[in-house]
């Protein structure tokens, strides 16, 4: 008896000054650092700041009191709990443009768990190192290639216009939705090559439904939105995955001095051709991120552009000048007879101008959320390994110290500023590694949308208002009623 004793003393007595090293270890690099821990609350148990926080997504006129308030009290850089999640957030450029910048060694992603689960482990969003790399290099290199640029921008046009004859006849539009059926039928074209019909109808269904779950409460049972969202994707992986096996079969038997000539119809033939070196892309890496590549298609781009006719609609002078320019571009094409390339809609500074202000003020991506992998210090603040840390973009976007009068909607700062793609302070696509790889694309079809819509109608906007949360959007989808111009 009194052997096992000294055993138990002996296990306590090593537990313990294991525990007292390690204790010191972390103290110790802690204090090597001399960054200063993020002050804040975490509010009410379990709840946290949550109430709060959602509270001021729904405040049209101060979307950021929530931030506001906890930076007067904490200073930029605070802690809090929102969503379930203890966060240190970042209302500062510069400690966002770290954030961004060091993926992999220093922060990985980190969604709420309803993200988590409908993505997966290979979707791009969650993916790290070397396939992440591959992934994200092979879809902007196609999307950014001017070749490819040349011929999208005809089908673009058509999309738009086609549409856009619809609508005289109609006593209400709604333009959010409207927006959504071009915006995703030329998102599943620049994927997978599909057309209107019957596919293409069933596949929006499915991903309107798969869609839905992205921000929900994280229950899977049947009868839950995850549930539901899940069993869709479930779906249209097999919807998708067939296209690819049928590519992939075309591409096998295709003779072998034909393989890889010319550049890639759409995105799924770019992955295809280049994923003969390691790390090799699954197909069902390859139909998961074909999926999660139509997001755009649905949400972030057609609330952009229903954004910037808001806008517009309140900011007569500069829908003036915007009608000037576009209306001058029309012209010189209507004499010329030559028909429109994708380099013609870039080059209209203003509408340029407008959909920069546009993206700025609509933070249609409002925050980044990432977790860091070990102890690092940022700007004088310690991040501990572990921590979940909430980049606010739309902070950066709206200070006062960044931009004057940031709550104006006002196209000519960036004549000052000018509208540079990458800036610490201009972070509507993100930043770093994760960089939007479709961000030229959206600018092109932000462009050529406003051209074909201000050149066609006059329109009056019944009242409606902005909400930030759970997403950016418009409360009532901007319902319009157009004119056509004689």
């Known amino acids: 008896m009194e052997y096992w004793k000294w055993i138990i003393v002996m296990m306590v007595v090593i537990i313990s000054s294991v525990w007292v090293v390690i204790g010191k270890k972390k103290r110790k690099s802690i204090k090597l650092m001399k960054g200063k821990s993020p002050k804040g609350s975490k509010g009410w148990p379990f709840v946290g700041e949550t109430f709060d926080f959602i509270a001021s997504g729904y405040g049209a006129s101060q979307p950021l009191i929530f931030m506001e308030k906890r930076k007067s009290l904490y200073g930029s850089v605070f802690k809090t709990s929102i969503l379930g999640s203890d966060v240190i957030v970042s209302t500062e450029a510069e400690m966002n443009k770290v954030i961004l910048q060091n993926q992999g060694n220093v922060f990985i992603p980190a969604y709420p768990k309803s993200i988590h689960e409908l993505m997966g482990e290979n979707s791009i969003l969650q993916m790290n190192g070397n396939l992440h790399r591959k992934l994200h290099s092979l879809i902007g290199n196609f999307l950014r290639s001017p070749l490819f640029k040349s011929r999208i921008t005809p089908h673009i046009q058509r999309s738009v216009t086609h549409r856009l004859a619809t609508w005289h006849s109609q006593p209400i539009i709604y333009l959010q939705d409207e927006v959504k059926n071009i915006t995703f039928s030329i998102l599943v074209n620049v994927l997978m090559s599909i057309g209107p019909g019957e596919e293409l109808e069933l596949l929006k269904r499915e991903f309107q439904e798969f869609i839905k779950g992205l921000i929900c409460l994280p229950i899977n049972f049947p009868g839950t939105t995850l549930y539901k969202s899940l069993k869709a994707k479930e779906r249209m992986v097999k919807m998708v995955g067939r296209i690819i096996e049928e590519r992939q079969r075309q591409n096998n038997n295709s003779e072998s001095e034909e393989k890889g000539a010319g550049a890639a119809n759409d995105v799924v033939e770019a992955l295809l051709r ?99 992998v070990k102890d690092v210090e940022i700007k004088g603040y310690l991040i501990p390994k572990g921590a979940c840390v909430v980049a606010s973009l739309m902070s950066v976007h709206m200070d006062t110290m960044n931009y004057e009068n940031p709550f104006e ?34 600018r092109l079809e932000l462009s050529i949308f406003l051209h074909h819509f201000v050149t066609t109608y006059r329109w009056e906007a019944e009242k409606d208002e902005i909400i930030y949360f759970p997403t950016v959007k418009m409360r009532r989808k901007l319902p319009i009623r157009v004119k056509a111009i004689n």
């Not at 069902?284 to 806008?311: C, D, K, R, Y």
């Not at 915007?322 to 010189?332: A, G, I, T, V, Y």
């Not at 006002?410 to 000052?416: A, F, G, I, N, V």
């Open 274 to 372: 280049d994923n003969n070196e390691e790390p090799k892309l699954s197909l069902e890496t390859i139909s998961g991120n074909i999926i999660e590549m139509m997001i755009p298609g649905e949400e972030t781009l057609p609330t952009a552009i229903t954004m910037s006719v808001h806008f517009l609609t309140h900011s007569p002078l500069a829908l003036a000048k915007l009608l000037e320019e576009n209306m001058e571009l029309k012209r010189q094409k209507a004499e010329s007879g030559n028909a429109y390339a994708w380099t013609d809609y870039m080059s209209l500074s203003f509408t340029q101008n407008v959909i920069s202000e546009t993206l700025r003020l609509a933070n249609i991506v409002n925050a980044i959320w990432r977790k860091a």
């Open 409 to 442: 909607f006002d196209p000519w700062r960036w004549e000052k500023n000018g509208a540079v793609a990458s800036n610490n302070r201009f972070t509507p696509f993100g930043g770093g590694q994760r960089l939007c790889p479709g961000l030229e694309l959206s």
